[in-house]
């Protein structure tokens, strides 16, 4: 059928019953809260109609046609300039590779360093002098002792123990700087608001970038003398020649690195001046997707969600002690009804890694079985891809706790065939952090 | 050579078609990390899906774009997928089949008309 070129591309190339060739998509890099994910093997990979928010990635059009409702952040005309491909993504114009390409952006990162634009996320202040205290309300986390000038990985639960989302807090002296995913930032904002006093400011003035990579370090001891000091998950607030930046040493790849918020209007100019540096290379969400897969870290929508307990996805180390049952600060969080007999008595189903066998990646959806002709899924993927790193698919999935032993032998449905896959340890690449 | 509406395209080679997909295609795909090709020997209609081809990020249907015989497929696609990113319209290649009828090729896009599509 022949595609009238009047009619913008993503309505064109996804008639319903399209199951041709599919461009550059957000489909699968955009989560939604809800749980519309868990459909059967390809069916929730390419078969899906239409989104709202869907694309397919095709250049040489107009942006302005193509997205008209979408968000720009500030490095939006630089990725144009570097040649990325912009996808939409959680309401933002993204860059989902380079002229790189994914696969080599990656290996780029892990060798390297990688600079990523990650401005979507929100970034917010909870002021006062009890926001530490308020905010362990609704996050099962020691926030009150976290120490001042340190950063800690946390969730918003719900009710009924789900997961609402997942953050980093920082703890700056007189307040908490947390950031939170790009898909729930409004509803994190609302869900704050309507249950803490203290004042929830969003920072809506300052881009957000990540330098990630064992030369991440040296690059931006450049620009930034004292990040060569700091540890894995230390924050602090640095003058430089591109104003004041909130710097934290961390990230989402299993690498050592920073992440770097700077003003809107300083943020072209610091990004130049680290892409400048012959170790750095901008990186776009499609290896962010697989450095992340690798390291065993959850993405929200797909690893995690409300559907999801902490103890289920492996995150209880992200529930200290002093929140557990006999701990001081005990429960006191959405779900801990749940949560805590959970800890203490585990759960009935685990998130693990699994490594299939063979090239063929096994994607979200994939459901899972115990044995080649078993009738019932006995789980099934969250996420999957090919891993360029390991080279080799890797996927993370939930599974009965009884089969979430390494070297359990299980089955996934690829497109109607059973194909071999093995419950395998978390990451899949050793972190590489600067403990 | 001749293109479809799903960015293949089909070279002469005596009398059977070679047939891979476009340049474009595979630009637009991303690097390619799995191919599952049909079996040598299998009959196709028109817009069987014969190939699946997997992307880092995203798993595609090749379609059978005439009716015909799958006469070969190109194995090395098993250990270096990435063939398809570096030489779509060479190496890369997907498989060879004899089609029902010949004719219905000249029916298929020519290059400028391709071109003109994906512009």
Same mark, same amino acid.
């Given at each position: 059928?022949?595609?009238?070129?009047?009619?913008?591309?993503?309505?064109?190339?996804?008639?319903?019953?399209?199951?041709?060739?599919?461009?550059?998509?957000?489909?699968?890099?955009?989560?939604?809260?809800?749980?519309?994910?868990?459909?059967?093997?390809?069916?929730?990979?390419?078969?899906?109609?239409?989104?709202?928010?869907?694309?397919?990635?095709?250049?040489?059009?107009?942006?302005?046609?193509?997205?008209?409702?979408?968000?720009?952040?500030?490095?939006?005309?630089?990725?144009?300039?570097?040649?990325?491909?912009?996808?939409?993504?959680?309401?933002?114009?993204?860059?989902?590779?380079?002229?790189?390409?994914?696969?080599?952006?990656?290996?780029?990162?892990?060798?390297?360093?990688?600079?990523?634009?990650?401005?979507?996320?929100?970034?917010?202040?909870?002021?006062?002098?009890?926001?530490?205290?308020?905010?362990?309300?609704?996050?099962?986390?020691?926030?009150?002792?976290?120490?001042?000038?340190?950063?800690?990985?946390?969730?918003?639960?719900?009710?009924?123990?789900?997961?609402?989302?997942?953050?980093?807090?920082?703890?700056?002296?007189?307040?908490?700087?947390?950031?939170?995913?790009?898909?729930?930032?409004?509803?994190?904002?609302?869900?704050?608001?309507?249950?803490?006093?203290?004042?929830?400011?969003?920072?809506?003035?300052?881009?957000?970038?990540?330098?990630?990579?064992?030369?991440?370090?040296?690059?931006?001891?450049?620009?930034?003398?004292?990040?060569?000091?700091?540890?894995?998950?230390?924050?602090?607030?640095?003058?430089?020649?591109?104003?004041?930046?909130?710097?934290?040493?961390?990230?989402?790849?299993?690498?050592?690195?920073?992440?770097?918020?700077?003003?809107?209007?300083?943020?072209?100019?610091?990004?130049?001046?680290?892409?400048?540096?012959?170790?750095?290379?901008?990186?776009?969400?499609?290896?962010?997707?697989?450095?992340?897969?690798?390291?065993?870290?959850?993405?929200?929508?797909?690893?995690?969600?409300?559907?999801?307990?902490?103890?289920?996805?492996?995150?209880?180390?992200?529930?200290?002690?002093?929140?557990?049952?006999?701990?001081?600060?005990?429960?006191?969080?959405?779900?801990?009804?749940?949560?805590?007999?959970?800890?203490?008595?585990?759960?009935?189903?685990?998130?693990?890694?699994?490594?299939?066998?063979?090239?063929?990646?096994?994607?979200?959806?994939?459901?899972?079985?115990?044995?080649?002709?078993?009738?019932?899924?006995?789980?099934?993927?969250?996420?999957?891809?090919?891993?360029?790193?390991?080279?080799?698919?890797?996927?993370?999935?939930?599974?009965?706790?009884?089969?979430?032993?390494?070297?359990?032998?299980?089955?996934?449905?690829?497109?109607?065939?059973?194909?071999?896959?093995?419950?395998?340890?978390?990451?899949?690449?050793?972190?590489?952090?600067?403990? | 050579?001749?293109?479809?509406?799903?960015?293949?395209?089909?070279?002469? +080679? /005596?009398?059977?078609?070679? &047939?891979?997909?476009?340049?474009?295609? @595979?630009?637009? =795909?991303?690097?390619?990390?799995?191919?599952?090709?049909?079996?040598?020997?299998?009959?196709?209609?028109?817009?069987?899906?014969?190939?699946?081809?997997?992307?880092?990020?995203?798993?595609?249907?090749?379609?059978?774009?005439? +009716? /015909?015989?799958?006469?070969? &497929?190109?194995?090395?696609?098993?250990? @270096?997928?990435? =063939?398809?990113?570096?030489?779509?319209?060479?190496?890369?290649?997907?498989?060879?089949?004899?089609?029902?009828?010949?004719?219905?090729?000249?029916?298929?896009?020519?290059?400028?008309?391709?071109?003109?599509?994906?512009?």
């Amino acid at each position: 059928m022949p595609v009238p070129k009047e009619q913008p591309p993503w309505q064109t190339l996804r008639p319903k019953d399209h199951r041709g060739i599919e461009l550059w998509r957000e489909a699968d890099l955009a989560r939604r809260r809800d749980n519309d994910l868990r459909q059967t093997d390809r069916e929730g990979i390419i078969g899906r109609g239409p989104r709202p928010n869907d694309d397919a990635g095709m250049p040489g059009k107009p942006h302005e046609a193509r997205m008209p409702e979408l968000k720009r952040t500030a490095l939006y005309e630089l990725h144009q300039e570097l040649g990325a491909k912009m996808v939409p993504f959680a309401g933002y114009e993204m860059p989902v590779q380079y002229p790189l390409g994914v696969m080599k952006e990656h290996l780029h990162t892990r060798a390297a360093a990688g600079l990523f634009d990650v401005s979507h996320m929100g970034q917010v202040i909870l002021g006062g002098t009890d926001a530490a205290a308020q905010l362990e309300t609704l996050v099962p986390a020691n926030i009150v002792g976290l120490g001042e000038g340190r950063q800690r990985y946390g969730l918003f639960t719900n009710d009924e123990g789900g997961i609402l989302d997942d953050l980093m807090i920082a703890n700056r002296g007189d307040h908490l700087f947390l950031v939170v995913n790009a898909a729930c930032k409004d509803a994190d904002v609302a869900h704050m608001r309507a249950n803490l006093s203290c004042p929830v400011e969003v920072v809506d003035d300052r881009a957000l970038l990540a330098l990630q990579g064992p030369a991440a370090e040296a690059v931006l001891a450049d620009i930034v003398p004292e990040a060569s000091a700091m540890r894995f998950m230390d924050v602090i607030i640095a003058d430089s020649a591109f104003g004041d930046l909130w710097i934290s040493r961390s990230g989402y790849t299993g690498e050592d690195g920073f992440e770097i918020s700077v003003t809107n209007k300083q943020a072209v100019a610091l990004a130049r001046a680290l892409l400048a540096h012959d170790d750095v290379e901008p990186i776009g969400l499609g290896a962010r997707d697989s450095l992340r897969l690798e390291a065993g870290l959850c993405l929200y929508g797909n690893d995690i969600d409300t559907g999801t307990s902490p103890v289920e996805a492996g995150l209880s180390w992200s529930i200290q002690k002093v929140r557990r049952t006999g701990g001081d600060r005990s429960g006191g969080f959405p779900g801990a009804e749940r949560t805590l007999p959970e800890l203490e008595n585990g759960a009935s189903r685990h998130r693990v890694g699994l490594a299939p066998e063979g090239r063929a990646p096994m994607r979200d959806g994939t459901q899972l079985f115990d044995g080649e002709t078993a009738a019932e899924p006995i789980g099934h993927v969250t996420s999957g891809a090919f891993g360029p790193t390991v080279e080799r698919p890797v996927s993370m999935g939930y599974v009965p706790t009884a089969m979430s032993e390494a070297g359990t032998r299980l089955f996934g449905e690829v497109r109607g065939k059973r194909m071999p896959v093995t419950v395998a340890d978390l990451p899949f690449t050793p972190a590489n952090f600067k403990r | 050579m001749k293109f479809t509406e799903e960015h293949e395209w089909l070279r002469a +080679d /005596g009398d059977v078609f070679i &047939v891979g997909i476009t340049e474009y295609a @595979a630009e637009q =795909l991303g690097d390619v990390v799995f191919v599952e090709l049909p079996e040598e020997g299998s009959d196709v209609k028109k817009d069987d899906e014969i190939v699946v081809i997997e992307s880092v990020k995203v798993a595609s249907d090749i379609k059978a774009p005439l +009716d /015909g015989t799958i006469i070969a &497929v190109n194995d090395k696609l098993g250990d @270096a997928p990435a =063939l398809v990113n570096e030489d779509p319209l060479g190496e890369g290649w997907f498989f060879k089949m004899r089609i029902d009828d010949a004719s219905a090729v000249e029916a298929l896009m020519d290059e400028a008309a391709y071109k003109a599509m994906i512009s």
